[in-house]
Every structure is written in C-alpha cells, then in structure tokens.
C-alpha cells in the first residue's frame, strides 16, 4: 500500500496576530513572576514584541512597505513610536487617533526599550543585578500604550472583534494582576514615604536640589540627608564641582553621615574629576576608622556582585 504523504501543515501569521501572541505571552509570564523572578526578563521581551507589532499595525496604514527603511529593513521601534505620535501621518481616516505618552508612560517605554530588553535579548557576559519594585509599574504603563495601539488609534489595523476582546481582556487582567502584587504595593508605599520625607524637607526651608543635598552631607545633618535620600535623591548624585555627598561627608568627618549614605547604597568607588575617591580623602585626612568603614563597605559591595545570595 502506497504511504501517503504527510498532510501540509502551516503556521501564519501577520502583524496583528503576531503582536497578541506577544500580549498573550506577556500575559502568562506576568502571572509567574511572584514566584519566578526570571519571568520578568520574558515579561519584558514579550511586551516589547507585543508594544512594536501594534505600533506597526498602527502606523503602517494601508501599504505593508511604507515603514521599511531600505533593504527590507524595519524601521526601528522609536521611529515606529514617534510616526504613531505624529497627527499627521495618524490621521489615516476621519475616526484615527494618534498616540499621545504620559510622561510615565514615556519613561516606562524608555526603560523597558534601553535598559531591560536591549540588554536582556543582547545579553553580554557579566553580572547583572536588578531591582525589581518599578517592574510592574513599567508593565502596566506599557500594557496601557499596547491597548491604546490596538483598540483606540483607529487606522488600518485588522482585528476581529474577538481578537479585539482578547487584547482588552489580557491588558484588563495583566493590569489588575500587577496591582495587587506585593512589589507594587510596595512601590505605593514608598511613593507615599517619598511624599512625607519631601513634605518635611519643605517644612524645614531646605531646597530639593542636588547641590543642597551635597551641601547637607558636607555639613553633617544626617537626618536632612537621609530625609533627601527617602525623597528619591540619587546618593551618588554630584554637584556643580563634580563631588558627591559621601566625598563631602568624609572630607569632613562625618561618620554617622557616612554610614547612613552607605546604608542608602552610595558607591565607595565613585570619583570626582580628578580621580579622588572617598577613601583617598579618608587617607589624605588621617580618618582611620572612615577609611576603615567605607574599606568594609567596598569589600561587602564586592562580595555582594560576585557572590550574590542564593
């Protein structure tokens, strides 16, 4: 009996499709993080595929070559973004919206494109460490933006209502879901403990500013500077000569300074513009037991990068 060949099987797909099977999977890895911090490096690659495949369903209009770039090439996702946000090239029928960014939402995209998928799909060999509190508000701001591409920007996107419903339905859930986590609940915590440690700074007369922040460690007034470092100041941030707060701080003396900028991450390594570190001011200043605090504390930041807890 002659074998019959086996029946033709394909797998299609077009812009639309393959973005929702993005969404879709961004979906499922969303609901694994709480137990598996890996999922968030597929959570972001698959809202990034999701997030460019509606931004080109959205702007490509009628003509499948018009985003091309030259030799078959793409155009990049910012360049897809920004077309999507132009009025101009949006308004492809008398209904179409273009998209317009939060200023959240904006950094949300930024982050999750330069920061966290670059470096996740292009990985180079190194130690990486990521806090993980801002994840989900990157994801719900982006989730919104897929929606907005998908269901509201009104051009030549071919949907069927079911997909249609499908896209609402995972951004709905997606959302809620990351809501109710524990690390964003927590974020909601220290927005709120930001807020207070700002209102007290006001309170008190002291400016929000980089150079007040480096002018308080120079003078000592730990409670000030860590009332800064609650407000989201960056401990390593500089100021116009180019030093930071723990530079300052050790210039002068002040250990219990010292300890609570430490204490708030601030780098032992850091160099002003004429390569002095703290720990070199701590030695030019005789400071034995700073240069003996801020020796531990390097020691401790390496042990943590190459040895990380299990």
Sequence with gaps: MQQQPPETRWLRLKEETNALDYL???????????????????????????????????????????????????????DVLKLCQDPNHMKMLSHSKHLHLTESQRKSVELMVSELRNEFAHFKPKLWSIELH????????????IRFLALE??????????????????????????????????????????FVARKKLELANVAYTDEEFVSQAAQGNTQTVELFMASGMDPDIRNSKGVTALMCA????????????????????????????????????S???????????????MRRNIFPAP
């Design 24 to 78: 879709e999977r961004a979906s499922l890895f969303i609901r694994e993080t709480p137990e598996n911090t890996k999922a968030w490096k597929w959570v972001i690659i698959a809202l990034h595929g999701a997030l460019y495949g509606f931004a080109v369903a959205a702007a490509c209009g009628t003509d499948d070559t018009s985003l091309n770039r030259g030799r078959g090439k793409l155009l990049g996702i910012w």
């Design 153 to 194: 920007t009104n051009t030549y996107i071919h949907l069927t209502q079911k997909e249609m419903e499908t896209v609402n339905r995972l951004v709905e859930q997606s959302t809620t879901f990351l809501q109710k986590t524990q690390l964003y609940e927590e974020n909601r915590l220290a927005e709120n403990l930001s």
């Design 250 to 285: 050790t210039m002068n003396g002040h250990v219990e300074t010292i300890k609570a900028l430490l204490a708030n991450g601030a780098e032992v390594d850091v160099k002003a513009e004429d390569g002095v570190t703290a720990i070199k001011i701590a030695e030019s200043k």
């Design 287 to 301: 400071y034995k037991e700073i240069e003996e605090i801020l020796r531990l504390a390097r020691f401790s930041f």
């Design 134 to 145: 801002g994840m989900p508000d990157i994801a719900v701001d982006v989730l919104e933006v």
